[in-house]
């Protein structure tokens, strides 16, 4: 969330965004579709197989609390999924999984037709899976409490900071590896919920995520949080396929359609509790010869 999340990663990350859940647990309902135009030589008869990691507020589900997949019934990725599946004439059916496991390759390519996971495009990933063309673009938010005063990098550096591990956020800001990225004492946590959870309690003063999933966590908090901030970081989330299982090459192009047909922009316009655009951006000073917007490699 998903950012994000990276080693993995995007989660989420949490991201996205996400890794959530252990447990693969499978959606026991589907969404009916029309009849599609595409065969998409689905893995199981009759239906696009996806697979997520929860939470990933308003992507999956509205909010952080949402990690049972039977409950789980909208989002920007729920909806997406659902209409790549009727264009190929097949219900949409979602599993549960560690996010760390879907960025690494880890889940069985035989099993899933497609995962969407708020994941960050990344060289290193795309060494064990295939990336769908990006369909979201998306910086690194900062979520605080209202009220909290941050115009600048100095006044980041006073805050404790908490990431989803294995994070684009956990990569720039603990990793030491993004001259001029690191912050001290940042808390990695394992899920989105347990990171916003200890924000709430006062552990961590901020956290740092894929500002549309900052956005969208702000929005469910009744005015008690607030996004202050965005890093630059280039990044863009992709569909994740099997590597080299041929999945790319017939879901890509539905896919593109779907951007193409401003589909994707209405889904973000529909579930985001607020522009990305409008986010002010902190400048991150960067050493001499070193970059701020360094690509995640690990």
């Known amino acids: 969330m998903r950012s994000k999340q990276l080693f993995v990663g995007l989660a989420a990350i949490g991201l996205l965004v996400s890794a959530c859940g252990d447990d693969a647990k499978e959606s026991s309902?589907?969404?009916?579709?029309?009849?599609?135009?595409?065969?998409?030589?689905?893995?199981?008869?009759?239906?696009?197989?996806?697979?997520?990691?929860?939470?990933?507020?308003?992507?999956w589900g509205t909010t952080a609390a949402e990690v049972d997949p039977?409950?789980?019934?909208?989002?920007?990725?729920?909806?997406?999924?659902t209409d790549i599946a009727a264009k190929c004439g097949l219900t949409m059916q979602f599993r549960n999984e560690?996010?760390?496991?879907?960025?690494?390759?880890?889940?069985?390519?035989?099993?899933?037709?497609?995962?969407?996971?708020?994941?960050?495009?990344t060289d290193e990933r795309a060494k064990v899976v295939d990336f769908s063309v990006g369909y979201f673009k998306s910086d690194q938010g900062l979520l605080v409490?209202?009220?909290?005063?941050?115009?600048?990098?100095?006044?980041?550096?006073?805050?404790?900071?908490?990431?989803?591990?294995?994070?684009?956020?956990?990569?720039?800001?603990?990793?030491?590896?993004?001259?001029?990225?690191?912050?001290?004492?940042?808390?990695?946590?394992?899920?989105?919920?347990?990171?916003?959870?200890a924000l709430n309690a006062?552990?961590?003063d901020g956290v740092v995520i894929d500002t549309p999933i900052n956005l969208g966590q702000a929005a469910q908090s009744n005015g008690a949080l607030e996004v202050v901030g965005q890093f630059k970081t280039g990044e863009e989330y992709g569909a994740i396929y099997g590597k080299d299982n041929g999945k790319k090459a017939?879901?890509?192009p539905i896919l593109q359609g779907l951007l193409?047909?401003?589909?994707?922009?209405?889904?973000?316009?529909?579930?985001?509790?607020?522009?990305?655009?409008?986010?002010?951006?902190?400048?991150?000073?960067?050493?001499?010869?070193?970059?701020?917007?360094?690509?995640?490699?690990t």
């Open 29 to 59: 309902t589907t969404t009916p579709t029309a009849a599609g135009t595409v065969d998409c030589k689905p893995v199981k008869a009759g239906v696009l197989s996806v697979v997520t990691s929860l939470p990933g507020p308003n992507f």
């Open 70 to 81: 039977d409950k789980v019934k909208s989002g920007i990725e729920y909806d997406l999924a």
């Open 98 to 121: 560690n996010f760390d496991t879907i960025v690494a390759g880890q889940v069985d390519p035989t099993s899933y037709d497609i995962s969407l996971s708020q994941v960050t495009i």
């Open 145 to 197: 409490k209202k009220g909290t005063k941050v115009s600048s990098w100095d006044d980041v550096r006073k805050l404790k900071l908490g990431v989803q591990a294995s994070t684009t956020a956990e990569y720039y800001l603990a990793s030491g590896e993004v001259p001029g990225w690191t912050v001290d004492g940042v808390k990695s946590f394992p899920d989105l919920s347990t990171a916003y959870a």
């Open 202 to 204: 006062g552990t961590v």
């Open 250 to 252: 017939i879901l890509d």
């Open 260 to 297: 193409d047909d401003g589909t994707v922009t209405a889904l973000i316009a529909k579930y985001l509790g607020g522009d990305p655009t409008k986010v002010p951006f902190i400048d991150v000073p960067v050493p001499a010869g070193g970059s701020a917007t360094t690509p995640p490699t």
